[in-house]
């Protein structure tokens, strides 16, 4: 953390080249979920389950 002018702020790394952070193709997988991931309060494997794509 950095304290600068009295106030708390995260050092963050400068970001120049949007590759550097761009996954590979294939890297990711976008899946469904439950809204039980909407809450906080809820924890555990069961939210990475995949849901039933809609009919």
Same mark, same amino acid.
């Not at 106030?7 to 761009?22: C, I, K, M, V």
């Not at 976008?30 to 939210?47: E, W």
């Given at each position: ?25 294939? +890297?990711? @997988?976008?899946?469904?979920?439950? @809204? ?12 990475? +389950?995949?849901?039933? +794509?809609?009919?």
């Amino acid at each position: 953390m950095c304290f600068a002018g009295g106030r708390r702020r995260l050092a963050r790394p400068a970001r120049t080249d949007p590759d550097d952070h761009t996954p590979a193709v294939g +890297e990711l @997988t976008a899946t469904p979920v439950g @809204t039980a991931v909407d809450n906080v309060r809820n924890n555990g494997p069961q939210l990475l +389950e995949p849901i039933p +794509e809609p009919a």
